[in-house]
């Protein structure tokens, strides 16, 4: 089981990487490969209430924009219903904490939620289901000015629309 | 040891309305010029709400260079056409004395002031200046201008403005930004635009007459610039993904901001006119912060292309770029200084995050502020001053501090929290 987790991991690591080589040209062809045809309608549902409870939001460390490890379960969960229904969307809002300066966070910001939305659309999401926007530091969730309110405000909110 | 002047009793500038700013200086230079500014004398039934000798002498106080006589010691209080006893001067330890007087006339109000030079004993100059009750702290910063000018040699800035964002929060996703617009003391604030959305990178047009800054209309960020006199805003961009930080060019004709809609942060010159877009880099990293140097040839830009987010200057010719800054691990958001030899930016030291500024020349790095995340400095126009962003426990503040860092002072506002400070040109 952790053997399987720490495989994918680097294998998703490999693909973000190659990806991230040819910068936002891929986001247009992926997607198709896994279809709704299999799923059913009680699938689908089943789908629906694990995504539901899963986590939707993703934390990252400072300056940083690659998932942590712990993120990939629930984002699976996420891609699994996605996938099944192709008319649920999703927006991610990627976020900063306060340190560092504010244009940059902005940018920090969404490079987080295009992090989340490559590995959506490696899992099959088709990437017109995902919209992203970054609030930079903009929007703390917490207002604690030490390492624990930090790492609670960088972070990608998954928001069903 | 050190003549150092701490005026860590904060002294408070009467202000009319709440949500101005408070000035407080925390530090001053050594041997400041000692300047007497004698209540203006009403000359005319009625009050008038501003102050002038309080606003004269706070502006002076505020560039460090000068400290204010206390109107308590003064030993009389002459109005501009009474003698001037030079020997009272010199007694409580004034240097310059400044007498006025302001009355109601027909055509609204007339203010007349003289400078004195006490150990010189003789008048420096003296002006008659007419106006009306809402030009008064126009009047009151012209006055302090030319003083500032007559005793030191250097334009003054206290007839500029100041742009910069409050926030006020409920929750975290119930906000109120407010773009204000204000005198260079705080005074007159005024929201110029306002939005539960972020405001971020308000920026000035060489001549003052315009602002461009990033705001949300609808869920998406776009770079708008809004001409001051008649509130129009001209939409830039709006692409999809970042369109952020703009700073125009020093002719006003463009505006250099990022955009990620090719996939990425890069950076893009826009032209206003024709809005024709240039895409001035190419690379994978985090390219921001975009700033053009005062002759037009380079910018100076945040790029994270080396790991960690440093300065880089782009050549506006050739697309050509330097990396700047090699001293600590984070250095970002980066303006030349008026001058065009040095450049402020935020540099993080020990885990804090100052501001700090460096000659291109000599590469000396000084360090101006010692509080912990500073961020967004703006040079006052006359290159002695910068405004930047700090904070305390609770909230953003603005403060000011010189560029060889020894004189501080904080503008913390009353109500909100403020941040993202422009510093405008001279408008003269």
Redesign the interface.
Known sequence: MNILKQAKAVGIAAVLAVL??C???VNEQAGGASSTSGATAANVAQLKSEAMAADTLFFFEF?KSDLKQEALDDLDAHAKYLSADRTSKVRLEGHAD???????N???G??RANSVARYLVIQGVNRSQIE?????E????SLS?DDNGWSRNRRVELIYQ | MRLLIWLAMAFVVAMPARAELVIEITRGVENPIKIAVVPFRVKSSGAFDVDLARLIESNLERSGQFIRVSRDTMLSLPGPEDQIFYRDWRAIDSEYTVVGSIERDAQGLLVRYGLHDVFGERVLFAERIPGSQESLRDIGHYISDRIYEALTGIKGIFSTRLLYVS?ERRS??D?T?KLILSDADGGRPRTIFQSSE?I??PAWSPDGSRVAY?SFRG???GIYVQTLATGEVQKVTDFK??N??PSFSPDGRKLVL?L?R????EIYIANLRTGELERMTNH?A?D??ASWSPDGRSILF?S?RGG??QLYMLNVADKTTKRVTFDGD?N??GAFTPDGESIVF?HRTNER?HIARMNLKTRELRILTETD?D??PSVAPNGTMLIYATSD?EKGLLGLVSMDGRVRVRLPSISESV??PAWSPFFN
């Open positions: 991230a080589g910068a936002g040209q300056d306060e340190r560092g300066t504010r244009a940059y902005l940018a920090l969404e490079r992203t926007v970054s609030y930079g903009e929007r703390p969730l000015r | 926030a975290e996703k906000q930004f972020p971020l990178s990033m869920k998406r960020p993904g970042l952020s930080a990022t990620s090719d996939g990425n942060p994978f985090i921001t912060e945040t994270s960690k987010p984070y970002s958001n935020v995050f995340l961020e967004s426990e941040r993202e």
